[in-house]
């Protein structure tokens, strides 16, 4: 499962945050001040915060296997397939979180698939607001969220072409209100290499995500949350080098 990858990546940034500060490319670690990410010192201990590798989504009491293998996406209970991502999706990375505060696991989707405009631009006087946002393959990046309700997985919630697509994500709770926040590294269509050069956090205003903060940052497509001995939440990113 993608998720997976996390924990060894968390354990080796963290054991040698200290040595790689003074290496050509340093751990970088922010921490939410009510109105920004902003840099944190990285003194003491940090106890990796580990991603779920697995849920009961349907709540039977069996939690259900999660796949990703190769851009697709299953999930599986007692050896049958509950659920697989649609030909065409392009599944980058999947992570259990409650992104949506309803109280239920779901599963969100960091997908690539044909770009596609919104259905209101035939009736708009001046369509084509998000025509650039694909690479020079036809292909857009979104994110979706996808649970169990009503006896199936359903798609609960899936936002349009991104401007500015992801490298990675991360579901968590930033700011300590108990419920998650969208953590993520972006970068650009066609870029040359997966370098992301920001970073943004979102939250769930009940409709969609809401935009709370975003820093430029040019760093690896990986994440790691950590706690700090008083329980404080950084993110710890891997930055291109000093300069």
Not at 20 to 38: D, F, M, N, Q, V
Not at 147 to 156: I, Q, V
Not at 208 to 215: E, N, V, Y
Request: a negative charge; one cysteine or more; proline letters at 7%.
């Amino acid at each position: 499962m993608a998720s997976q990858a996390f924990r060894p990546q968390a354990l080796i940034l963290i054991s040698a945050a200290a040595a790689a500060l003074a290496g050509p490319a340093p751990i970088r670690s922010l921490k939410w001040t009510g109105t920004e990410l902003a840099p944190a010192p990285t003194q003491g201990a940090l106890e990796a915060m580990q991603v779920p590798d697995q849920s009961d989504l349907d709540r039977d009491g069996d939690p259900e296997q999660i796949l990703l293998d190769g851009g697709l996406l299953v999930v599986r209970s007692r050896g049958k397939t509950l659920w697989s991502s649609p030909t065409g999706w392009d599944v980058a990375q999947v992570q259990v979180s409650d992104l949506n505060h309803d109280g239920q696991p779901e599963l969100a989707l960091l997908v690539w698939r044909k770009y596609a405009p919104w259905p209101v631009d035939a009736y708009m006087a001046n369509p084509g607001r998000i025509r650039d946002f694909h690479d020079q393959d036809g292909l857009s990046c979104h994110f979706i969220l996808i649970g169990w309700r009503h006896g199936a997985f359903r798609e609960l919630w899936a936002g349009s072409a991104l401007a500015r697509p992801l490298l990675a994500f991360r579901a968590l709770d930033v700011n300590g209100d108990g419920r998650q926040e969208l953590l993520v590294l972006e970068s650009q269509y066609d870029a040359q290499q997966r370098i992301a050069d920001s970073v943004a956090l979102w939250e769930w205003n009940g409709f969609g995500f809401a935009l709370l903060t975003r820093t430029p940052q040019r760093v690896y497509p990986i994440i790691v949350a950590a706690r700090s001995p008083d329980g404080e939440v950084q993110i710890l990113l891997q930055t291109l080098s000093w300069r």
